[in-house]
């Protein structure tokens, strides 16, 4: 088998664990949890002494099955998508169109009163949320995918860096 992975210029693993559908998951109004499996598998995999190291690759914050729908009958329901270094924080709270996003406020200041919360000076995503929580904006749904992008590739690139920088010294 190492002989067939030297051969390949790039070798990846990329997955994700993250839901479909976050209602099968999380109640509206609740809180929730997914481990980052994706991420625990790939650090589990690194323990064993593999001829090549594969780069890593997930989903970010969503699952990859692209779904069209048309905005105009989709309830969408708010909600934050908040990476830590094992799982994926859900905060969901209700339908927007009849609620609006100021219900984002209250999301908000429950993540940054949550252990697992990095600190507004962690990303500009972080930023956001905590400004957020702080009545200085509410944000829509494009807002929403950003915040929660921004957050998740910052922390994965310091996970991956200190894993490799981990690996580096033995």
């Given amino acids: ?32 949890t997914v481990p980052r499996t994706e991420l625990l598998f790939y650090k589990d995999l690194l323990t064993y002494n593999l001829p090549r190291i594969p780069a890593f690759g997930d989903y970010n914050i969503s699952h990859p099955d692209y779904v069209n729908l048309d905005m105009r009958y989709t309830k969408i329901v708010a909600n934050i998508r908040y990476t830590t270094d094992d799982e994926f924080l859900i905060f969901r709270g209700i339908v927007v169109k009849n609620n609006g996003f100021s219900q984002m406020t209250g999301l908000c200041q429950t993540l940054i009163n949550h252990n697992k919360y990095c600190g507004a000076s962690f990303s500009y995503g972080d930023q956001y ?28 690139i310091k996970n991956l860096s200190s894993l490799h920088a981990a690996l580096a010294a033995y």
């Fill in 1 to 32: 088998p190492s002989a067939i992975l030297n051969k390949w210029r790039t070798l990846t693993l990329c997955s994700t664990a993250f839901p479909k559908n976050l209602g099968q998951i999380v109640p509206t109004s609740s809180n929730g």
């Fill in 129 to 156: 949320i905590y400004d957020c929580a702080n009545g200085q904006q509410t944000g829509n749904a494009e807002s929403w995918v950003t915040v929660g992008v921004n957050h998740h590739l910052t922390l994965t």
